[in-house]
């Protein structure tokens, strides 16, 4: 337990920080979940839609610390490429 002050606010922020980081992994994994269902349906229009939202949320995550940029960044350009891959 926490003997200071500042040490008991610093778990408040941390268990606070948890539950937002939570939320915008969720949010993250699942537009990538819809992704990957709209890419195996082998639908294009809807997997492109998909991925135009997908994007800013996988963006937005490594912004905020949730994942790693080189991590988004890797994994929307092997997405976009199975998205494109749908088209042939």
């Known amino acids: 337990m926490a003997n200071t002050s500042s040490a008991r606010k ?3 922020v941390i268990a606070h920080r948890t539950e937002v980081n939570k939320s915008r992994r969720t949010r993250m994994r699942t537009s990538l979940r819809k ?6 349906s082998g639908d ?21 610390g949730v994942i790693h940029r080189n991590a988004a960044n890797r994994k929307v350009s092997r997405l976009a490429h199975r998205v494109a891959k749908l088209g042939k």
């Open 10 to 12: 610093a778990t408040r």
């Open 35 to 40: 992704l990957e269902d709209a890419i195996a």
């Open 44 to 64: 294009r229009n809807a997997a492109l839609v998909a991925l135009k939202s997908a994007e800013p949320e996988l963006m937005r995550a490594a912004q905020k």
